[in-house]
């Protein structure tokens, strides 16, 4: 009897090995792929700024125009993305110098058949112009808190000096992403001079008007102070 059951014992230990030799070995369970915004995600490098160089932060900035219509009200809307470069020492408002670059193709004025005019050859033509550009040459101190930044903007193909009136740069703001702050420019343009020039009229009066507000809203950062060593 106890030889049999000695027996028994090994047949049972060589099967148990042979059984665990054939099983596939166990994969760790799969990882999800990480989300926008989780920790692992791989996100690009930002180009090192220069030592008065701040980021335009495009996700809480805005540019917009209102233009007359029928002379009798104001038709609002915003233009797209805004990137380019702001330069500034952080304490004289003389140092500062923009080139910005306003993005075309997204305009939004409510209204989608306006909106696809807009786009067109009548207007800005975004296939052939899909942006207008500001380069910044000169700045007039107005008062505490206000000055006039003087500067080539770019419709198209037509460049012309305009002013803009800024109200700004706000106080410094400490956060997560640095130091913050912003300012808000404003101009009136005659859109003739920059070859937007189709027009219609009702009763002798133009559908749309010559002058045209442009309102530019900037939030600026960088990690420190300028002037101080960034990375």
């Avoid at 029928?70 to 330069?87: D, F, Y």
């Avoid at 002013?163 to 808000?184: H, N």
């Avoid at 442009?214 to 300028?226: N, W």
């Amino acid at each position: 009897m106890k030889r049999f059951s000695a027996v028994f014992l090994a047949a049972a230990v060589v099967s148990v090995s042979l059984l665990a030799q054939t099983q596939p070995p166990t994969q760790p369970p799969a990882q999800p792929p990480a989300q926008p915004g989780q920790p692992g995600q791989n996100r690009p490098q930002l180009p090192p700024l220069g030592p008065n160089e701040w980021r335009i932060d495009s996700g809480h900035s805005a540019a917009g125009f209102a233009v007359k219509h029928n002379v009798v009200s104001t038709v609002r809307g915003q233009l797209g993305r805004i990137s380019g470069k702001i330069e500034w020492d952080g304490k004289d408002v003389k140092t500062i110098a923009a080139d910005i670059t306003i993005d075309v193709k997204a305009i939004n004025s409510q209204s989608e058949g306006r909106d696809r005019d807009l786009r067109s050859p009548n207007f800005f033509d975004v296939e052939n112009h899909p942006s207008m550009t500001f380069k910044s040459k000169r700045v007039e101190p107005q008062g505490a808190g206000r000055f006039k930044l003087i500067g080539d903007l770019t419709i198209k193909t037509t460049t012309k000096e305009v002013v803009l009136d800024v109200e700004g740069p706000s106080p410094f703001m400490k956060s997560q992403r640095g130091i913050l702050t912003g300012a808000t420019a404003t101009t009136k343009i005659n859109r003739h001079e920059f070859g937007i020039t189709w027009n219609r009229m009702i009763e002798s009066l133009p559908v749309v008007s010559d002058d045209v507000v442009v309102t530019i809203d900037l939030e600026l950062t960088r990690p420190a102070m300028p002037g101080a060593p960034t990375q």
